[in-house]
């Protein structure tokens, strides 16, 4: 087998060493209980919106590492202090009105989570910020956020007119507006509806597909009154400026069903697996995989389903089955988005072909998800064809074993390591250090279940 990946690895983002590569091997069967790590939306979240908050907000469970670790330090940054105590993490703040210019820039890292949602936490405050960026994240759009936040009178500076980190939020009395999305995108509807807690009047935020509401739980449970409803371009939301203090939290992070994502379709597709994933997030924003795997054909129950931290959580119990194929498109693709480069190896494992369509928005992720997905995936013998918003999957075609390349995406990274528990052989993936951005132990995990997963230096 050759050592050289299917391409030239791309990302400048991947840090090299003995955790960057492993080889897997096929798996005779998955067994056992994982939690998966804190989700990493509802981290994000807790971190930067308890700066909103004036007093100690309470965090349990978070994802602490990664993309998150930006968001913690950003709160620090603020004026915020971040420690730890026992298993909670504790921001204590002096509230929204109180956060103080940062001594120096703001590193997002590769999150663009904590980049979007702090151009609009920070558009309304009385000090200039710099958003810095790692050169992957340098390459995503950012004028879906800026612009609008210009229509309510912010002022930014960012590369390539407007549209590219690095930004600078000048900082300024905005005006609330109505906003009405062309992209079902959560990071973009949490920047405005927080920009809207600084904002003169009423800002209304129209989304067009059910994008994630971690956002808007938690703004509700820290005492904002945050209304929506269904109209005829799709649900709104609506807040108005802020005066009074909001509530700090005490609050428990569920573990991320976009890592869970991982497990569910590495037991469904090894025979004779059978899983229990503790403590999932079961939020109908977010739960897209359970439900199109389930109409696949996949053993998944759901077991004590319960409220935990204002999120529903459940343990999912997921057992090897024979899966077919589906069409997945239209506003469901919203509730499954980070989830599709997984869910393009569960249809190279199922008979038929499935197609996905409307996923346009995986190009503009942390990579070309419709591209590096296809490109890592026919590496290993299957057969997908890239369509401009989606993918057509020949189910059925045996996976044999190759080398391959995250291209220095965690959820490629990841996507991969299943597939190589179906390959016949060895896969070699390249590039798994990232694999941390979102999931640190994946490897671990994947063993404990019985998984032959290999580090390489
Ligand atoms: C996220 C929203 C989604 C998702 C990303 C996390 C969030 O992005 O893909 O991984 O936490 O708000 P968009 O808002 O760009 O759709």
Redesign the pocket.
């Known amino acids: 087998m050759s050592a050289t990946p299917h391409s030239p690895p791309s990302s400048p983002a991947m840090s090299p060493g003995p955790a960057d590569r492993v080889v897997v091997r096929r798996a005779a069967s998955l067994r056992g209980t994982v939690t998966p790590p804190g989700d990493?939306?509802v981290s994000?979240?807790a971190f930067l919106l308890s700066t909103l908050a004036t007093g100690t907000t309470v965090i349990r469970d978070a994802l602490e590492q990664g993309d998150c670790a930006h968001s913690a330090d950003a709160a620090r940054a603020l004026g915020c202090v971040v420690t730890r105590e026992g298993d909670a993490t504790l921001v204590r703040s002096p509230g929204l009105r109180g956060l103080s210019e940062p001594a120096d820039v703001i590193d997002c890292g590769r999150s663009?989570?904590t980049m979007?949602?702090l151009c609009g936490l920070l558009a309304g405050r009385p000090f200039p910020s710099f958003l810095v960026a790692d050169p992957q994240l340098a390459r995503r759009p950012m004028g879906?956020v800026l612009e609008p936040l210009r229509r309510m009178g912010a002022q930014s500076v960012a590369r390539q007119g407007g549209t590219r980190p690095p930004i600078v939020m000048m900082g300024g009395a905005l005006q609330g507006t109505r906003h009405v999305l062309s992209?079902?995108?959560?990071?973009?509807?949490?920047a405005l509806l927080l920009a809207g807690l600084d904002a003169a009047g009423v800002t209304e935020v129209v989304e067009p597909g059910p994008?994630?509401d971690?956002?808007e739980r938690m703004l509700r449970a820290q005492g904002v009154a945050l209304e929506s409803g269904e109209g005829p371009d799709g649900r709104w939301y609506r807040v108005s400026r802020q005066d009074g203090p909001l509530q700090p939290l005490e609050l428990r992070v569920p573990a991320d069903p976009?890592s869970a994502a991982f497990l569910l379709v590495a037991a469904s597709v090894v025979p004779g697996s059978d899983v229990l994933l503790r403590n999932v997030g079961t939020n109908p924003t977010r739960d897209g995989l359970t439900r199109v795997l389930r109409c696949m054909g996949a053993a998944i129950t759901l077991e004590s389903p319960r409220v935990e931290g204002g999120e529903p959580v459940a343990d999912l119990r997921v057992r090897g089955a024979a899966l077919r194929a589906t069409t997945v498109a239209g506003p469901e693709v919203?509730t499954l988005?980070?989830e599709l480069p997984v869910l393009a190896v569960a249809a190279c494992c199922a008979s038929g072909v499935t197609t996905v369509r409307d996923a346009q928005?995986l190009r503009?992720?942390e990579t070309d998800r419709l591209q590096t997905t296809a490109d890592a995936l026919t590496a290993l013998g299957a057969a997908v064809e890239t369509t401009p918003d989606g993918w057509v999957i020949q189910g059925g075609a045996p996976l044999r074993g190759a080398a391959v390349h995250s291209a220095g995406d965690h959820r490629i990274a990841m996507a991969l390591m299943v597939a190589g528990l179906v390959a016949e052989g060895e896969t070699r993936v390249h590039g798994v250090a990232c694999a941390a951005d979102?999931y640190p132990g994946f490897a671990d995990d994947l063993r404990s279940l019985g998984a032959l997963v290999e580090e390489e230096s």
């Open positions: 990493k939306s994000h979240r663009g989570t979007r949602l879906r992209v079902a995108s959560a990071q973009v509807k949490s994008a994630r971690h956002t976009s919203v988005i980070d928005e503009v992720k979102s």
